[in-house]
């Protein structure tokens, strides 16, 4: 049997904030821009705060090479150590909205992502 080369690694989400933040998580190359619709990342943010579980995020370790993206369009400290493989756009709406940045379009366009969340007591009428 062959060894295993991934290892499960648990971030909260305020370190993963942290380490896009300075860069050390982006987006390889080969990664497309950003496609969410706000609907879809106002439905995360509803997912999360109802917590429910919103999958996994699949990091490849880099090389530190510097054929890699940075997350949003605020400047960075590092080159990523770690590039987002699986879940570039669930990562990428809960860095732009907590930190209110900008994401890259499809039209490689900056463009600030706007949703609001209502919440309903259950005594509402």
């Known amino acids: 049997m062959s060894e ?31 496609v969410w619709s706000n609907a879809e990342v106002r439905d995360l943010f509803d997912s999360m705060y109802k ?19 940075t997350i949003g369009t605020d400047s960075k400290q590092k080159i990523p150590r770690l590039l987002i493989v699986d879940g570039q756009q ?14 890259i379009r499809e039209g490689y366009d900056p463009e600030n992502i706007k949703i609001a969340l209502i919440q309903f007591s259950r005594n509402s009428k």
């Open 4 to 34: 295993t080369v991934f290892k499960d690694v648990r971030y909260e989400l305020n370190s993963l904030i942290q380490y896009i933040g300075i860069g050390d998580i982006g987006l390889p190359d080969i990664q497309r821009p950003f």
């Open 51 to 69: 917590g429910f579980p919103v999958g996994y995020l699949l990091f490849w370790q880099n090389g530190l090479s510097d054929d890699s993206r």
């Open 90 to 103: 669930r990562l990428t709406s809960l860095y732009a909205v907590v930190k209110n940045i900008p994401v």
